[in-house]
């Protein structure tokens, strides 16, 4: 089992950043993939990044550039940083954990953050 807190949402400006964390109640070193998603009204939701238990990365050509993911195993945490952030930015944001103990796999999800990219 893993609950994961998110924090560090909030109202920002076009142009300007804001640093998610995604904090987990256990130990993330073996965590296999850990990211964060979100969803905006009245769409599915989609992945923003992920980054692997060696922090292998990954996100789509529209947050590339603009958006870093990163992990500290110490704090048992992960990361965003979103940089020239964009109105059409603006959703929830979850974050998740994929966990495979053998040949068993589990999916994780945080409760979620807000984040609002208005003017």
């Known amino acids: 089992q893993v609950q994961l807190v998110e924090s560090g949402g909030g109202l920002v400006q076009p142009g300007g950043s804001l640093r998610l964390s995604c904090a987990a109640s256990?130990?993330?070193?073996?965590?296999?993939?850990m990211g964060w998603y979100r969803q905006a009204p009245g769409k599915q939701r989609e992945l923003v990044a992920d980054?692997?238990?060696?922090?292998?990365?990954n996100s789509p050509d529209s947050v590339k550039g603009r958006f870093t993911i990163s992990r500290d195993n110490t704090k048992n945490t992960i990361y965003l940083q979103m940089n020239s952030l964009k109105p059409e930015d603006t959703a929830v944001y979850y974050c998740n954990a994929l966990y495979c103990s053998g040949d068993k796999c589990n999916n994780y999800w945080g409760q979620g953050t807000q984040v609002t990219v208005s003017s």
């Open positions: 980054i692997t238990s060696s922090r292998s990365t």
């Open positions: 256990r130990s993330i070193f073996s965590i296999n993939v």
